[in-house]
């Protein structure tokens, strides 16, 4: 395997990318501010402070730590895919070699629009996009939607799929994080010679800080 970073540096765990636009039903995100409960004793509550019935002083101090800003998501990819022609930094397609199969795999980078609720996606969800946006002869086979603290919640999904009288597996990850979207996905023919190599890629995906 060789590993790859955006912006011409290098690093040990990398990764190759692909343009694919997930397919998310964006639903409008409802924030709501809810009273904060704050006890006479607890921390950051100056000892002037004078807290009556539901009133906080103004010398409440709330030391909130900021989320953390991601950048990049690094992942590796097999020895012999090469870029497609017109990649970016934020879209990229690498592609296994011609005269073995059609296998590639694909990344995107982008902001997050604050009017997405990824928290309620479901696989049922997933599965309605696919037939609209993709083929109707693909199949969502496994779904989890995590949250994995830190401000950030990552989707997996399986789906199999027949084109051209072909029959593929694609794995796909989204990374939602506090800015910004990043998604990865992996495609290989039934019974590709990459499986290996790509569930090791796997293992390897971490998003870096800024």
């Not at 409802?30 to 906080?56: F, H, K, Q, T, Y």
């Not at 946006?133 to 969502?140: G, R, S, Y």
């Not at 023919?189 to 190599?197: I, Q, R, T, V, Y």
Request: charged share 25%.
């Amino acid at each position: 395997m060789f590993s790859y970073m955006s912006g011409g540096c290098e690093k040990k765990h990398a990764g190759k990318k692909i343009i694919y636009r997930a397919a998310v039903l964006l639903s409008a995100l409802v924030l709501s501010a809810g009273a904060m409960a704050c006890e006479r004793n607890g921390a950051g509550v100056s000892d002037n402070s004078a807290v009556s019935g539901n009133a906080v002083s103004e010398n409440v101090t709330l030391n909130l730590p900021a989320p953390v800003q991601y950048s990049e998501l690094y992942f590796t990819v097999p020895e012999g895919f090469t870029e497609s022609s017109g990649n970016t930094e934020e879209s990229r397609v690498y592609k296994a070699p011609m005269s073995a199969d059609d296998s590639y795999i694909a990344y995107t980078a982008g902001e997050k629009d604050p009017g997405d609720d990824y928290d309620i996606m479901t696989k049922e969800d997933m599965q309605a996009e696919l037939n609209q946006d993709v083929d109707k002869n693909a199949a969502v086979t496994d779904f989890a939607n995590e949250d994995l603290g830190d401000g950030v919640r990552r989707i997996k999904t399986h789906v199999v799929y027949r084109k051209d009288e072909k029959d593929y597996n694609m794995v796909m990850y989204i990374y939602v994080t506090d800015k910004k979207v990043f998604t990865l996905i992996y495609v290989a023919e039934l019974g590709s010679k990459w499986a290996a190599d790509y569930e090791q890629s796997q293992k390897e995906i971490q998003l870096v800080a800024e």
